[in-house]
């Protein structure tokens, strides 16, 4: 079975601090998204990586930046955490080319107080 | 820009009866669709995909049919049971590797 995990399940941090978020797959998937899920929006897409070290902007870039220096590895970063990324941060992956299905991990929910 | 969307956000279903849950995409270019079901706590988990070279897609208990000529995707479930208490999304390609997500029927079982 696919397992994608993440680093923490729920994390406070007070605005303004440098946020780390983790995601590990153990499939050697290829892609690799993260998300941000709000009430009533849904999942919203922040950033993808479709290769190590290579780096594509979702929908809502702003704020975020992204690392994967490692296949297996995707991470989150929040440079300057603001009230308005509370939210619950969910990691993907996926395999082969083209288009299929995404397995995800167990999400994080991060309070920026 | 492209947006897919749920009909309903929330959908009361007595135990035993079939569900039938909704979405409208707008990319009439798409050529994937799939549904994710999230419990509380949890992320999303694959229930079923089918590709626009289909109208319908059965798996264990769940049909997903596709309307291209009115850009309409359901997910029916058969006999709905407890454990099908759920948010349910519907998904489409987005282009690339990506996949643009509805925002969510919450789907509540009475017993």
């Known amino acids: 079975d696919v397992k994608v995990t993440q680093s923490s399940r729920y994390l406070v941090k007070r605005t303004g601090e440098k946020v780390f978020l983790e995601c590990v797959q153990d499939m050697d998937h290829e892609n690799m998204f993260w998300y941000r899920q709000d009430p009533g929006l849904g999942l919203r897409l922040i950033y993808f990586s479709y290769d190590v070290k290579m780096k594509e902007k979702g929908d809502i870039p702003e704020g975020y930046s992204v690392s994967r220096e490692k296949k297996e590895r995707f991470s989150l970063i929040l440079e300057s955490a603001s009230t308005n990324q509370t939210s619950m941060y969910l990691c993907a992956s996926s395999g082969l080319a083209g288009v299929n299905e995404q397995f995800f991990g167990p999400g994080t929910r991060l309070t920026v107080l | 820009g492209e947006s897919v969307g749920l009909h309903l956000p929330t959908l009361s279903v007595q135990e035993g009866d079939n569900s039938i849950i909704n979405c409208a995409y707008s990319?009439?270019?798409?050529?994937?669709f799939i549904w994710y079901k999230q419990e509380s706590g949890k992320g999303p988990q694959f229930i079923i995909d089918?590709?626009?070279?289909?109208d319908k897609r059965q798996g264990q208990r769940v049909t997903v049919l596709l309307n291209k000529t009115v850009k309409h995707l359901s997910l029916q479930i058969a006999a709905t049971q407890p454990g099908d208490s759920a948010v349910y999304f519907c998904a489409e390609n987005g282009g690339d590797y990506k996949l643009s997500f509805g925002a969510g029927t919450t789907v509540t079982v009475r017993a």
């Open positions: 089918i590709r626009s070279n289909m």
């Open positions: 990319n009439s270019a798409s050529d994937y």
